[in-house]
């Protein structure tokens, strides 16, 4: 996750350390696929079981999903 979206202001909050994920990445050596806001309706989505992309069409994080969605079928894809 990379920060919590305020649902009131929209305002991105770094509650966790910038950067960890791609920096991990890179010494593994595997691609970083990229970084997902945390939202209150994914928080929703995973307490009810829901796939939140399916029912999330639209916002920041969905965005994020099909951004890193996008870049995997490309990879499979060559």
Do not use: W
């Not at 920096?23 to 989505?45: C, H, Q, R, S």
């Not at 307490?47 to 992309?53: Q, V």
Request: glycine share 12%.
């Amino acid at each position: 996750m990379s920060g919590f979206i305020c649902p009131n202001c929209g305002e991105k909050i770094n509650i966790f350390k910038v950067g960890g994920g791609e920096k991990a990445a890179n010494e593994l050596g595997v691609n970083f696929l990229g970084k997902i806001p945390l939202t209150p309706e994914i928080v929703d989505a995973g307490d009810n079981g829901t796939p939140y992309i399916f029912f999330n069409k639209s916002g920041i994080a969905s965005r994020a999903f099909h951004d890193i969605l996008d870049c995997l079928i490309q990879k499979v894809e060559m």
